[in-house]
Nanobody
Framework: QVQLVESGGGVVQAGGSLRLSCAAS????????MGWFRQAPGKEREFVAA????????YYTNSVKGRFTISRDNGENTVYLQMNSLKPEDTAVYYC????????????????WGKGTLVTVSS
């Protein structure tokens, strides 16, 4: 069983920054691909950024490239999402996900989810 706990959400003005954290239990990083997803009000959950299962490759959805950076601390079993130049359309609940897949991360492939952290970007 894998447990994921997100933190770091909040309210920020457009153009501002936030850093999200996802603390994972167990030997997660060696067995799972780790990623971030988000779900805006009235919309489906979507992929944001992820590491491959090996940790050697990162993936980003086009809308966040150049603004968001995913990173990890293997010793702390923690994955981060640094979000810069935030826009109102980034407002969503952000979820951490773990997947036992060698494919690029996608919602349908996630085996475990955290409970999410709310990010609100005001204009």
């Amino acid at each position: 069983q894998v447990q994921l706990v997100e933190s770091g959400g909040g309210v920020v003005q457009a153009g501002g920054s936030l850093r999200l954290s996802c603390a994972a239990s167990g030997r997660t990083f060696s067995s799972y691909a780790m990623g971030w997803f988000r779900q805006a009000p009235g919309k489906e959950r979507e992929f944001v950024a992820a590491f491959s299962r090996s940790g050697a490759t990162t993936y980003y959805t086009n809308s966040v490239k150049g603004r968001f950076t995913i990173s990890r601390d293997n010793g702390e079993n923690t994955v981060y999402l640094q979000m810069n130049s935030l826009k109102p359309e980034d407002t969503a609940v952000y979820y951490c996900g773990a997947a036992q897949t060698y494919q690029p991360m996608a919602v349908r492939l996630v085996d475990y989810w955290g409970k999410g952290t709310l990010v609100t970007v005001s204009s």
